[in-house]
């Protein structure tokens, strides 16, 4: 039996060599007189939405600042009605009007004081006191909490997001879907119709004519897949995340800044540690991050990054 199998094997082979190298997903090829069915998913489409897999950031309402005259600042408070601003100096609940620009102070009294205009470095007073209201710099502050990071620095930045920079990103996933399918073409099994089958009549198992991909080969097509893509996708990060991280508060968040109001998208790639089922020497794979988001020129956003929220090369993009 252990011979037969090798000569099937052998013929397997060698039939596959005659044929030639187009193939179709999941359907059959002919070619030197014999048809083989690859076994792989059908091959993944790119619809006209660019849409990603992208993980949610938190919008963070604008914050202000209290001057009272050039030696105390008390701040940063957000901009939100019911904010209470209570410090050795000062003890207020700040109301923000319906139409977002005035507000008013009201002292533990229940007293109101203004309306005052909230615009960037407006000055009022309370009673003989001159105050400065300014406003805080919006940031994007990214935590990055994957347990399995390893201790290359992650890969932080923001592409504003031009015509430019979008057709980038549907150039980009053209490349990725291309890649997905390569590989798993390379890892799908497959069958050579119109080769004998072995039949054993004892054990009532019947062994087709298929050459099973092994699962290094499997691997290895995975992580040059990989490469490629977080090659590509590094590519696109040089070339259009111009907004990089200004500063890091604590071990693990980075903070990044913009000043002009528009679309934007926020990238980060981040190596990790193999998953536990990884063969033995397996390369660190690339953990993906990234969302777009509108800045209206005042708000600051949040993000944490965690395994929940992270994505790999080949489901970055949502493909049809």
Not at 128 to 139: R, V
Not at 295 to 310: H, I, Q, V, Y
Request: aromatic share 10%; hydrophobic share 40%.
């Amino acid at each position: 039996m252990t011979h037969l199998k090798t000569v099937l094997s052998s013929l397997l082979l060698a039939t596959l060599l005659t044929l030639p190298t187009f193939a179709q997903f999941g359907g059959m090829t002919t070619g030197g007189g014999a048809d083989v069915v690859i076994h792989a998913p059908p091959p993944v489409k790119v619809g006209k939405e660019l849409r990603l897999n992208a993980f949610r950031m938190e919008i963070q309402p604008p914050a202000f600042y209290l001057n009272m005259g050039t030696q105390y600042r008390f701040g940063p408070y957000p901009m939100v009605t019911g904010t209470a601003i209570s410090n050795q100096m000062l003890n207020f609940i700040f109301h923000l009007s319906a139409e977002k620009d005035l507000f008013k102070l009201q002292d533990k009294k229940g007293a109101m004081m203004g309306p005052f205009s909230n615009s960037n470095r407006t000055t009022f007073a309370i009673g003989n006191t001159q105050m400065q209201f300014l406003h805080a710099t919006p940031t994007i502050t990214i935590t990055l909490k994957h347990p399995d990071r390893i201790g290359q620095m992650p890969t932080i930045g923001i592409a504003p997001l031009t015509q430019q920079s979008v057709q980038a990103l549907y150039d980009l996933r053209a490349k990725v879907a291309g890649i997905v399918n390569r590989v798993n073409v390379d890892k799908a099994d497959r069958e050579v119709i119109g080769v004998p089958t072995i039949h054993n009549p004892y054990t009532g198992n019947t062994s087709k004519p298929i050459l099973v991909v092994s699962a290094r080969d499997k691997q290895n097509a995975d992580r040059s897949g990989e490469i490629s893509s977080i090659a590509f996708l590094e590519k696109f990060y040089g070339q259009y995340c111009t907004v990089r991280a200004q500063a890091m508060s604590g071990q693990q968040t980075y903070q990044l800044g913009v000043q002009v109001p528009g679309d934007y998208l926020l990238l980060v790639l981040q190596k990790v540690k193999p998953p536990a089922n990884a063969a033995k020497g397996s390369a660190s794979p690339t953990a993906i991050w990234w969302t777009t988001f509108t800045f209206d020129g005042r708000s600051s956003f949040t993000g944490t990054l965690a395994p929940e929220n992270a994505t790999f090369w080949k489901n970055a993009f949502l493909f049809e």
